[in-house]
């Protein structure tokens, strides 16, 4: 039930090339910018130092995860919702939690294919070594990341008004986080003050998972449990506010 | 009200005192409803009257402040999956997903339903054949209203609610959802509509329910609705010549341009008093009619007095 509707979701996706287009194009157009400006630079990181490429790949997988399951979800929900699209799928026989189901499963899909392709360019084009045996650790950490940013993007259209409005809130929101959250500036470049506000949110400890398991030099699995219990603990509270707030009605 | 004794399996959709309110305004203010199976019901009235309110109370899509709701022996607020098996609903807006094509919307509606029509009929049924293959995003506006009939008709409902279906359509485009909605009850189909167009309920449905300021205000077959008005317009024109004689008691109202109506409830003594009067001055009655009062003069008549009874509340 939800795979079928999954296959339905994922053909419409494709079939909207601005949206498919940009939710692709930014992730990897920061991966190639960031790489041409600073990639060759030694940046220290636990146990040694390393080329700045080997942060921002996984820093850009984390972007991607943002941009996948946070601000399209949340976008493309607010024009489904506007669209009456939500209602309509209410009135049928299609359980809701199926449905929603389905909507966070193609945006994990995507955002899966969109790591898949900034890890195969960070390893072909700037040398920068896939992790073996973090890969369980790097997995997991998608995966939970997936699931929070889904939660959170679906509460979040309860704050959208309106379908224009969309946009501003949904990168008011997701923008400046990506800022100070060691994604697009790496957190010992801003002050302390800033870390720890980022530190609040899920979003740096997301990217910290991710880079732990690409440090050369982890020894261990990888896992990043401390990190990985505060996104999950976000993931709870999206996904109470989802079910407090969500609303399946067009608004006007 | 003569429905409501019938044992429920007779009927479709039992409402009983129905009530809506949204914060302190009363869209809906205890109505009863009983709908045959098999049979076109329309909820007629004008906009504002509650009409939307009670038909996507009854769809299961917004809740209710009190009565009692029965829909093919579910009660819709309670969100069960098999009575949206049985039902199909086809809202004002379109809601499906701009970018599949109109046989991929078409299938992928079926799928939710355990028993669905064929997707070759269903396409048959809204007249969309020749665009199976096409995006949902290019149809035309009247395409799209058909497809959104056709979603509705994906499951094989038993029970289809339309909530005023050809709102904004041209003539040739309404004759063919009301020829579509025929169709639908030659197959079995429990039909509620909604609608603010007269003629819609008077072309569709077998019984038709008046709605205004959130009240029923008359219910019956659109015949019995005329007919319970016995009363019989008489029309003409004050010809110059009658002027002069002392105008006889029925005429109550002479209007400035001389148009003279006069509503009877015993056309044949008020024919013949007029006739007298005309036929002692030896003159005709210009464009003298006389016509039953039509569904169109009650409903506006029925209306009217609602909403004087409404702002007097």
Not at chain 1, 93 to 119: D, K, M, S
Not at chain 2, 204 to 232: F, H, K, N, Y
């Amino acid at each position: 039930m939800v795979l079928r509707q999954i296959r339905y979701e994922w053909v419409a996706f494709w079939r909207n090339p601005a949206a498919a287009f940009f939710t692709f194009v930014f992730p990897l157009l920061f991966l190639v910018i960031f790489n041409m400006v600073f990639g060759n630079a030694e940046i220290s990181v636990p146990g040694g130092t390393a080329r700045a490429s080997t942060f921002y790949v996984p820093a850009i997988a984390a972007m991607s995860i943002v941009n996948a399951c946070f601000t399209s979800l949340a976008m493309s929900v607010t024009i489904s919702r506007d669209a009456g699209v939500l209602k309509r799928v209410r009135g049928t026989p299609l359980p809701p939690w199926a449905y929603l189901t389905a909507r966070i499963g193609l945006v994990t899909l995507v955002a899966l294919l969109l790591i898949t392709i900034v890890v195969s360019l960070g390893a072909l084009a700037y040398g920068v070594s896939v992790p073996t045996h973090t890969m369980p650790a790097f997995i997991l950490t998608v995966l939970v990341s997936a699931a929070t940013c889904s939660a959170l993007g679906l509460a979040v259209t309860a704050l959208v008004p309106n379908t224009d409005a969309a946009p501003p809130v949904v990168n008011g929101i997701a923008l400046p986080l990506l800022f100070i959250s060691d994604i697009f500036v790496r957190a010992e470049r801003v002050p302390p003050w800033v870390n720890r506000l980022a530190d609040v949110f899920p979003l740096s400890h997301i990217s910290e998972a991710l880079q732990t398991a690409f440090n050369p030099f982890e020894v261990g699995s990888g896992f990043e449990w401390t990190h990985l219990a505060v996104i999950a603990a976000w993931g709870v509270v999206g996904m109470l506010l989802a079910l407090r707030f969500f609303t399946w009605e067009p608004r006007q | 009200m003569t429905t409501s004794h019938l044992p429920s399996p007779d009927l479709a959709i039992r409402v009983a005192g129905l009530r809506m309110a949204y914060g302190p305004h009363e869209a809906v203010r205890g109505i009863d409803l009983a709908v045959r199976r098999g049979e076109v019901f329309a909820l007629l009235g004008p906009n504002g009257a509650g009409k939307t309110t009670t038909v996507e109370i009854l769809e299961g899509h917004r809740s209710r402040t009190g009565g009692t709701v029965e829909v093919l022996g579910h009660d819709p607020a309670r969100h069960e999956r098999a009575y949206k098996e049985r039902i199909g609903i086809v809202l004002q807006s379109t809601g499906i997903d701009r970018y599949l094509t109109v046989g991929e919307a078409v299938d992928m509606f079926r799928g939710y339903y355990p028993h669905p029509r064929p997707r070759e009929e269903v396409l048959a049924l809204v007249g969309l054949e020749a665009q199976r293959d096409e995006r949902v995003r290019r149809l035309s506006g009247g395409q799209q209203r058909r497809l959104n009939v056709a979603i509705g008709l994906a499951g094989d409902p038993d029970l289809m609610f339309l909530d005023e279906p050809t709102t904004g359509f041209d003539p040739a485009a309404r004759r063919q959802a009301w020829e579509m909605i025929r169709n639908l009850r030659s197959t079995g189909t429990t039909v509620f509509l909604t609608t603010h167009y007269l003629d819609e309920a008077e072309q569709l449905a077998d019984r038709v329910a008046i709605i205004a300021g959130g009240r029923i205000i008359a219910e019956g077959s659109p015949q019995s609705l005329a007919s319970g008005q016995t009363r019989t317009v008489i029309q003409f024109r004050m010809p110059a010549a009658l002027c002069v004689l002392p105008v006889p008691p029925e005429v109550a109202e002479v209007a400035d341009d001389g148009r003279v109506r006069i509503e009877t409830a015993e056309p044949t003594r008020t024919l013949l008093a007029l006739t007298r009067w005309a036929g002692d001055a030896g003159v005709e009655l210009p464009n003298l009619t006389v016509s039953r009062a039509t569904l169109e003069d009650i409903y506006l008549q029925l209306v009217d007095a609602s909403e004087a009874v409404g702002a007097a509340e």
